[in-house]
Structures are given as C-alpha cells and as structure tokens.
C-alpha cells in the first residue's frame, strides 16, 4: 500500500504551480499548439472545435481547482498537489485500455480516430458516473462548510472513491451519445472496446491496492492473506482504511462488535485467549456504553473506538481491560483488489479471442457485463467494506451486479431474434 507517490511542489522558483501559475502557462501553450496542429490537417471541422470545451474545461481545472486539492497540513507549509498511487494505475488503465482498443480497431479497418475521440467521451463520463455513484452512497463523508469546499472534496478521485457500476452506466451512456452522432451501432463499438474495458479495471484495482480500498475480510492462516500499516499517510498520521475498520468495529482489541435482528449494538465474536475474553466479555452482550460514552448505534460505537483509549470500558465497569500498544499493521485480510485484478484481466484474455466467434453486435460486450457481474458478486462475499442494504445481507454492489446480470440476460434474449452478422462488419448499424 501506497496511497502518495510523491507531491508536485506547491510553487517553483516563487510562482504557483497551479492557479495562476506554471501549470496554466504550460497548458495555454499545448493547447495553441495543438490546435494549429489539428487545423492544418483537418481543417477548422466540427472534429476539432469539438476539442475547444475539453480545454477550457482542464485549463478552468488548473487554476480554480487543482490549488484546493493541495495538501495543507494545519501549522505546515503546503506539501503541493499529491500524485496518488491510485490515480496513476487508473491512468495506466485508461492508456491500457485505449492502446487495446485502438488495436483492435486497426486489426479490423475501423477508424483509429474513432475511439480517440470516444476515450474523451468515456473518459469525462465514465469518471462522472463512478464518482457520483460513490459520493451518491456517502455524502456525509463530502459534505462541507461551502459549495466550493465540497466540491473541491468531490473532485478528489483520485485518493479513490470511484465505483465501478457507477463507471459502467456513465460509459454506456458516453457510448450511446457517440454511437448516435456517429451513425454507427453502439454494439459493435462496444465489442470492439470491451477488452480494453476489462483491462482498464485491472489496472484500477492495483490502484485500489495503493490506496488501501476495496479490502475483503480477515483470513487468519490464509497464505495469499495481506496486512496494511496503520497509517495511509505518515506525513498527515490518518489511518489507513482496512486498520480504520478494524480498530472501529473492536478487531484489534480482540472482540467484534455487530447488530442484532433488533438493531442492538451486540458483541459479535471474542477472540480467544485475549485480554477481552480473560475480563469476561461474551459473544452476545449488549453494549449500552462503551469507554464511558452512551452507545445509540453501531456507528456512533465505531467513532468511540477510533478516538482511541488506554482503556477498554463496556457498559461502564462491568467488563473492563487496559488495552497494549497497538499494532503496527492490520491483522491479515483477503486481498479483494488482487483477486478482482486477476478476474478483470482473465476476462480481458475472453472477450478478446471470443470476438471472431461473435455472432451478433454486442455479443462480446454483453459476455463482459455479465461475466463480471457473476465475479463482482461472488467476491463481494469476502469483502467487509460495505454493509448490507435495503434490509438484506446484500451490498449495493451485489444488488446492482444482480440488475446488470438480469438486464445482460433480457438484451441478449432480445437481439436472438435478430439476424446473425458478417464478423467482417465492425460498424454496421443496428
């Protein structure tokens, strides 16, 4: 885990990096060139006007946004803008996963030009929708005291935070909008596209592995087992979020708090031969006050354990115990993010020898979506990042992995009545 690879400087040579500063120059210059460039091979066309919106957008970005995603530690000079281990493999997947589908597109006659422009499409998008998607699920953690504040929160993506499915429905949609400008069908572009799609995730849950995300549950004795450090960041002393959890909900002081079917806040499991169990506590007790402070949810029992004590109290002194150093990393986990690497990337390898084999347009996307939506959900069972919703043991992803598989299932069935295509034909209309 690695959540910082290192910082861009706040300033060089006394000018910002970022405002009104270096970084603005640079892309004011890249984008004149660029333009001259594109004009006298293609002319002023709606192509290259398309481009003028994207660089506004980025150049905005680089002088109202990027110097509020700096690291200001309180009574510190600012550290600069922080290059996360995160967001460069979701950059390694974006390449990848381009680089594959340009490749592609050579192989079989279609434009390369054609998903160079889609990429910007998919990329906005694409991020939009897994942004949202997670933000959507926990506000309370973007929430600020101003708009610009949260919005500058929001724009933090890549410390994580982005949601496959949220990724998924914003790229379909990019999908759809530049299929239909284009006049070609949006199946055939989209198996043209689905390995590079796979790859891309690949990469990103290395990403996931950086930042410390996305973690599954412990698995003592398990030789593929991981541990993560107690802090993400040495420099600004937070956790890093599988110890978080687990110093949260009691684990690293030798018990598990949980809920019961009546919403109690309950002791789930004692470690054995600990110091928990050797001052009496029980599975099953109810934990009414914990170090002192009244207990009204699962929650509100999890942020008392995070302040941290030199002493354990349940409901008062009836159970207590004067806990030992902490430990220096989390005990052992599944690790989630290496597990869905592997599944993206061996599904990468299948959808890309299944396309000659194709036999409709949309055949090899269709595979994809609900291949992995089988996967998401089988490895959300050893993940311990998400509770259940809507009353069930299920996680959000697992619900929304069930949609996608019933919907790939209902398109599928649909385009049967359809007849069968010419392999040859990458953009033919639906």
Same mark, same amino acid.
């Given at each position: ?20 500063? @270096? ?6 210059? !890249? ?12 002319? @002023?066309?709606?192509?290259?006007? /398309? ?40 950059? &390694? ?5 381009? *680089?594959?589908?340009?490749?592609? &597109?050579?192989?079989? /006659? ?5 998903? =160079? ?14 942004? &949202?998607? =997670?933000?959507?699920?926990? @506000?309370?953690?973007? %929430? ?12 933090? !993506? #890549?410390?994580?935070? $982005?949601?496959? =499915?949220? *990724? ?6 990019? $999908?759809?909008?530049? *299929? ?13 596209? &689905? ?16 930042? /410390? ?19 993400? *960041? ?61 207990? #009204? ?10 302040? /941290? %004590? ?25 690790? #989630? ?46 993940? #311990? ?8 043991? $299920?996680?959000? %992803? ?33």
């Amino acid at each position: 885990m690695r959540q910082t690879l290192f910082y861009i400087p706040h300033e060089l040579f006394g000018i910002p990096v970022f405002g009104l500063g @270096w970084a603005l120059g640079v892309w004011l210059v !890249f984008s004149v060139v660029l333009l001259v460039v594109l004009s006298r091979r293609h002319g @002023w066309s709606s192509e290259v006007l /398309g481009y003028l919106p994207l660089m506004a957008i980025f150049g905005v970005a680089l002088y109202a946004l990027l110097p509020n995603l700096e690291v200001r530690p309180p009574a510190m000079a600012p550290l600069g803008l922080p290059i996360r281990g995160y967001g460069m493999f979701v950059l &390694a997947g974006i390449v990848a996963g381009m *680089s594959l589908s340009i490749y592609r &597109a050579k192989q079989i /006659g279609m434009d390369p030009e054609l998903i =160079y422009s889609l990429a910007f499409w998919l990329f906005i998008i694409a991020i939009a929708g897994a942004r &949202a998607f =997670y933000v959507i699920q926990k @506000w309370d953690e973007f %929430s600020r005291e101003t708009p610009l504040a949260t919005l500058g929160a929001v724009l933090k !993506f #890549t410390e994580g935070g $982005l949601v496959v =499915y949220g *990724s998924v429905i914003g790229g379909i949609l990019a $999908l759809y909008l530049f *299929s239909r400008r284009k006049q070609i069908s949006m199946f055939a572009l989209g198996d043209v596209i &689905a390995p590079g799609m796979a790859i891309g995730l690949a990469f990103g849950r290395i990403g996931c592995l950086m930042n /410390g995300c996305c973690y599954g549950g412990t698995c003592e004795g398990w030789p593929l087992a991981i541990t993560f450090p107690e802090h993400a *960041s040495v420099e600004l002393g937070n956790y890093s979020p599988p110890y978080a959890h687990q110093l949260a909900i009691g684990q690293l002081h030798g018990f598990r708090l949980g809920i019961d079917a009546s919403d109690n806040v309950v002791v789930v499991d004692v470690g054995h031969g600990g110091k928990a169990e050797a001052a009496g506590l029980k599975t099953g007790t109810k934990v009414h006050r914990l170090n002192g402070r009244e207990v #009204t949810n699962l929650e509100s029992a999890q942020r008392i354990l995070l302040t /941290g %004590s030199p002493r354990i109290t349940i409901n008062d002194d009836d159970i207590s115990w004067t806990i030992d150093q902490l430990p220096a990393r989390s005990r052992p986990v599944h690790p #989630t993010q290496i597990y869905s690497s592997i599944n993206a990337a061996l599904l990468c390898f299948l959808v890309w020898f299944a396309y000659p084999f194709r036999q409709r347009h949309g055949d090899i996307l269709l595979l994809l979506f609900a291949l992995y939506s089988t996967a998401r959900f089988l490895l959300e069972a050893i993940r #311990t990042d998400e509770s259940g919703q809507l009353g069930t043991a $299920l996680t959000i %992803s697992q619900i929304v992995s069930l949609g996608v598989l019933a919907l790939c299932v209902s398109v599928w069935l649909l385009r049967l009545q359809q007849p069968k295509i010419d392999v040859s034909s990458a953009t033919a209309t639906d």
